[in-house]
């Protein structure tokens, strides 16, 4: 009885992290392959335009007119518009 509460609690875990571990992941290759043009959507909720890529994990956004701030890459949340890569 011991075991089978045990094993059944241990499939739980599992099955709670391995989603996370999934979306972590996904977060991770979404943010590493902005590039300028980009529209993004900051964790605080900032829209802007992305119009540089440094290479210390920060990007420069413009979130209006002539408006830029730099951005820690991390805390992009989402992107909205893709820009097509240069040929």
């Known amino acids: 009885e011991m075991l089978r509460s045990l094993v059944g609690s241990e499939m739980c875990i599992r099955d709670r ?18 590039r300028k043009g980009d529209q993004i959507v900051t964790a ?4 802007g335009k992305i119009t ?3 290479a210390d994990n920060e990007v420069e956004v413009e979130i ?4 830029k701030v730099k951005v820690v890459q991390h805390t992009i949340s989402q992107v909205l518009n ?6």
């Open 64 to 67: 209006s007119s002539g408006v």
């Open 82 to 87: 893709k820009t097509e890569p240069a040929k």
């Open 17 to 34: 992290i391995r989603p996370q571990q999934k979306k972590v992941k996904q977060h991770q290759a979404m943010v590493a392959a902005v």
């Open 44 to 47: 605080g909720g900032l829209i």
């Open 52 to 54: 540089k890529v440094n």
